[in-house]
């Protein structure tokens, strides 16, 4: 499969690069669209099946087309497999952080706090899920955080939603098991902590686009967790694209493109 065009095509900047944090990886890019605002925000987490190797620029398309219709963009950087302590923890306390820092945001910037929406693709899929149900944590466990930014909803495109089947699918070349540390019998806290599918039922709206043909995460992955969430009680919708790929869910110019639109209205 070549490579998306989006991987390869420089995307507009960004209005503004802001840390939130002290550490290198630790920034997000914001857009803001035109007009006084407070406007309604996407938080945007990419994927890359969270190694070093694969950094934001790619979703700056996705994200200036948010933008053109109207939504500011937040899009995190974050440690990944490969950076220290990316993985388990610093990948998790980085996009928690990232994501709470909307606050001081919208201290400088008119953004509209009741009008969030986490969206991520792949691995950024599964920890914008795993954002929207972090406050299942409790004091003690590991990633808890007090107080964690609670979205309008959360919009999984092509997410590894599940860990532990996508350990066992070996997805990403075994990734998983280099994301926690362990396999599932190794570190079972982890997976029961870090796994969206495992945190069921969120208590925040969902909806999950999956491209029918995705060969790299397969489309089993969102129809069984929505099986699951759907029977715990969540608001739960599984959006299934006929014919389409693993990257026509990020890709503006793709005729998908107006399912993740439509999805992210949804939600605000």
């Known amino acids: ?65 948010l933008t053109k219709r109207g939504y500011a963009t937040w899009s995190l950087e974050y440690r990944r497999v490969g950076h220290p302590d990316g993985g388990w923890t610093g990948t998790f306390e980085d996009v928690a952080h990232g994501t709470d820092y909307l606050r001081t945001l919208a201290t400088r910037y008119p953004l509209n706090l009741e009008r969030v ?27 808890y955080t007090g107080k964690p930014f609670v979205p309008r909803g959360a919009v999984s495109l092509a997410g590894v939603v599940d860990l532990e089947r996508a350990f066992q699918l070996r997805l990403g070349d075994g990734i998983v098991e280099s994301l926690l540390g362990g396999t599932p019998a190794q570190v079972p806290e982890r997976y029961e902590l870090a796994s969206p599918a495992a945190l069921l039922p969120l208590g925040v709206k969902q909806v999950l686009v999956h ?50 639109v439509e999805a992210v209205a949804s939600l605000m």
């Open 1 to 65: 499969m070549s490579q998306p065009w989006m991987l390869e095509t420089p995307a507009p900047p960004a209005d503004a690069r802001i840390p939130y944090g002290e550490l290198t990886h630790q920034f997000g890019d914001l857009r803001l669209p035109r007009g006084e605002g407070p406007h309604p925000v996407v938080v945007m987490v990419h994927g890359g099946f969270w190694r070093a190797r694969y950094d934001l620029e790619h979703v700056g398309h996705l994200c200036a087309d």
């Open 117 to 143: 929406v986490l969206l991520g693709h792949s691995a950024g899929g599964h920890l914008a899920l795993w954002l929207a149900g972090r406050g299942k944590l409790k004091p003690g466990q590991p990633l």
């Open 211 to 260: 491209g029918a043909e995705d060969t790299i995460v397969p489309l089993t992955l969102s129809t069984g967790y929505h099986e699951r969430a759907t029977k715990l009680g969540d608001s739960v919708k599984l959006v299934s694209l006929p014919g389409a790929e693993h990257f026509e869910v990020i890709d503006p110019r793709a005729k998908e493109w107006p399912r993740v």
